[in-house]
């Protein structure tokens, strides 16, 4: 005899995703560019904590860096330049249920994004934040960006940049509510890994400066840092990023750095004798905006009716 329909539906399986579950796409950059090093650590991270494809979003602006959700197997906002963190916060706002990533360039996030740049911060909703930082406007040929080194040549400025580099890590540790905040580099995949988990884990927004090569348009611009190791300063800490063998062997040059302190993480952050790379600044009882906004969230419809009728009511005369 046959058994009741309900027999015949299978149990559901455990999912387990491998790497190629979160590939997507044959990325479109240059050989030997950076974002290829982000791309491999976020897929890896993926992975690593099993995130639900169809629960994890990665939104961008413009820009090369930008391209990068059209290579992951999650959800993905490919949007408009220097927007990406008010899309991210509006996600973030109305879906707690989604692992939030960001990506977005030095042009994208510190010139034409930076109000959204100061604002997110301040609202420290829980998402991990990744600036490309190739110092230049890569996807548009070469123009010089807030954190183009001063002298360096470009298509808008072919004698050099006027100005000093604006400098990411202290205009974010400067914000009100900053909650975490840390600098790593594109070629030193274990500390980049390590990094970006630290950052995914943190209950609020964290910021992630990344030092990206980009070898079409600014290639010299961290061969220093890249060539000799002494010339990064490894910031380190039992609560900070946590080192492995591979990043102490290469990285020898260290400090301690408590990342409660916020005095010192800024008087750090400002070096501009070595890169320092690490941990700045850790506060997970920062206030977080999208506890606030998600009151609310899971309310019936009429109840939100009731709701809204009766903030109207409170006008009436
Ligand atoms: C509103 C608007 N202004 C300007 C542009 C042109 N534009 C596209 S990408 C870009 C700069 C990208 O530089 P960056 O954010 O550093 O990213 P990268 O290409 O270096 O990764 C600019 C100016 C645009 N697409 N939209
Ligand atoms: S121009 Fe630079 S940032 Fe853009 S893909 Fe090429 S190497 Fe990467
Ligand atoms: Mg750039």
Redesign the pocket.
């Known amino acids: 005899m046959y058994g009741l329909k309900q027999d015949w539906i299978p149990e559901p399986q455990a999912r387990q995703f491998v790497l190629e579950d979160y590939e997507s796409g044959v990325p479109r ?2 050989s ?4 290829f090093a982000v791309l491999q650590s976020l897929r890896k991270l993926a992975r690593d904590e099993q995130l639900l494809p169809e629960k994890t979003v990665v939104v961008s602006g413009i820009g ?2 930008s391209r990068l959700p059209h290579y992951v197997k999650t959800y993905g906002f490919h949007g408009l330049h220097g927007r990406p963190l008010p899309v991210a916060s509006g996600i973030r706002a109305r879906r707690p249920d989604l692992h939030v990533f960001v990506v977005t360039g030095d042009g994208d996030c510190c010139a034409i994004g930076t109000g959204h740049w100061i604002h997110a911060v301040h609202y420290n909703m829980k998402m991990t934040v990744m600036l490309l930082d ?1 110092s230049i406007y ?2 548009t040929k070469k123009q010089t960006s807030p954190t183009t080194g001063k002298g360096y040549s470009s298509n808008t400025h072919p004698d050099g940049a006027m100005l000093s580099a604006l400098n990411p890590l202290t205009v974010t540790l400067g914000i009100t509510n900053a909650s975490f905040v840390a600098q790593t580099v594109d070629w030193n995949p274990a500390h980049l890994y390590a990094t970006l988990l630290e950052a995914h884990r943190h209950p609020g927004l964290a910021f992630v400066r990344i030092i990206q090569r ?4 600014t290639p010299d611009a961290h061969e220093h840092f890249q060539r000799d190791p002494s010339n990064v300063l490894l910031l380190t800490h039992p609560d900070g990023i946590p080192a492995d063998d591979v990043v102490l062997r290469v990285f020898k040059n260290r400090d301690e750095l408590d990342p409660t302190d916020r005095a010192a993480a800024l008087e750090h952050a400002a070096r501009e004798d070595v890169l320092p790379i690490g941990l700045f600044l850790r506060n997970p009882e920062a206030e977080r905006y999208d506890l606030c906004s998600a009151v609310g969230l899971g309310m019936s419809a009429e109840k939100k009716l009731a709701a809204a009728q009766a903030a109207v009511d409170r006008f009436l005369i």
């Not at 030997?32 to 974002?35: E, H, L, S």
């Open positions: 950059w240059c030997g560019c950076g974002d090369c860096s190739n890569g996807l980009c070898p079409h348009f």
